[in-house]
């Protein structure tokens, strides 16, 4: 029997939110991983970097206030250091519960530069949240110096960047090498390493590129079976939070499209995923895309829970 190809795009509650949380939440992850992996599928996972890339940027640009020697980091530097550190977690807790299972697996972790389009339309409308979260009045002194903020889903206020559509995994050919030999491939951290192609030469570019977004371009670059999206609820839901909530078990593309079109999807946290579900549904026949809780991805998978959006 062949293969199930799955890419898997762990939310921020699948990190945790500071370096001592992260321990503990890539061990949980790690089970769930490794669950999958029993059953025999090849995987892939992503991943964001909210919290982890604004704490790199954050400490990099205080050192330059303290110190005459130190210069400017920019964004797709801290976007990189955040991809080491947090790939290094996962794949180590991974590697670990492999062996307490005694597995004989192979896990890598592929840092990955994602080009994007200069001209892309998101360059004069940042939007992607990054770094922790500010009071009101923290955002209005970086908004008069020139740091765009917006507020974030009721809890507070957070540094906002572009977030352009991705053209292009560099290292594609790098991981589909690697899963032919049998690994666990860590890549595409945070939505990937911003850059633009400049006569062949590989730019950095100041921008978060959204991982799910990235993660659905990759899942049909490796003609995967499965997306799955991982969240902070186990279903979709239309009239979320109303009297006449409804929770979806399955969706054609056509449906998702007319809930979003109808809004019932939250711009900074269901819209995104929603959007990329429906890019990699609709890119070939076959394929599909669950949206759920890191928990439940084996039950998903087996149709057990979790929304599937497919053609």
Not at 133 to 140: H, S, V, W
Not at 154 to 172: F, K, N
Not at 191 to 211: E, F, M, R, S, T
Request: one cysteine or more; hydrophobic letters at 40%; glycine letters at 10%.
């Amino acid at each position: 029997m062949e293969k199930q190809r799955v890419v898997v795009a762990l939310g921020g509650n699948a990190l945790g939110r500071n370096v001592e949380e992260q321990k503990e939440a890539v061990a949980k992850t790690a089970r769930v991983i490794v669950d999958l992996y029993e059953q025999g599928m090849e995987l892939i996972i992503t991943h964001g970097n909210g919290p982890q890339v604004g704490m790199i940027q954050s400490a990099m640009d205080s050192l330059i206030t303290k110190y005459d020697n130190f210069k400017q980091v920019p964004l797709p530097t801290s976007v990189a250091m955040s991809q080491g550190y947090i790939g290094i977690d996962l794949q180590n807790a991974i590697k670990y519960e492999l062996y307490n299972r005694n597995i004989d697996g192979k896990v890598s972790t592929i840092l990955s530069q994602v080009e994007v389009d200069l001209n892309d339309k998101a360059f004069d409308h940042p939007s992607k949240p990054i770094g922790r979260f500010m009071t009101k009045e923290e955002a209005e002194i970086n908004e008069k110096n020139g740091v765009p903020c917006m507020e974030d889903s009721g809890r507070g206020y957070r540094i906002v960047v572009a977030s352009p559509m991705p053209q292009r995994i560099r290292e594609l050919q790098t991981i589909k090498t690697l899963l032919a030999a049998g690994h666990i491939v860590i890549t595409c951290g945070g939505g990937g390493i911003p850059v633009a192609n400049q006569n062949g030469k590989l730019v950095g570019v100041n921008a978060i590129v959204d991982k799910d977004n990235v993660s659905s371009l990759l899942a049909a670059n490796l003609d995967a079976n499965y997306l799955i999206i991982l969240t902070a609820v186990e279903k979709v839901a239309i009239n979320f939070g109303k009297e006449n909530e409804e929770w979806l078990s399955d969706l054609t593309i056509e449906q998702a499209r007319e809930y979003a079109a109808q809004g019932h999807f939250a711009k900074g946290s269901m819209l995104p995923k929603v959007e990329a579900a429906i890019s990699f549904a609709e890119s070939k026949e076959g394929r599909r895309t669950l949206i759920t809780l890191l928990d439940k991805a084996p039950e998903g998978i087996a149709g057990k829970t979790g929304t599937l959006i497919h053609r």
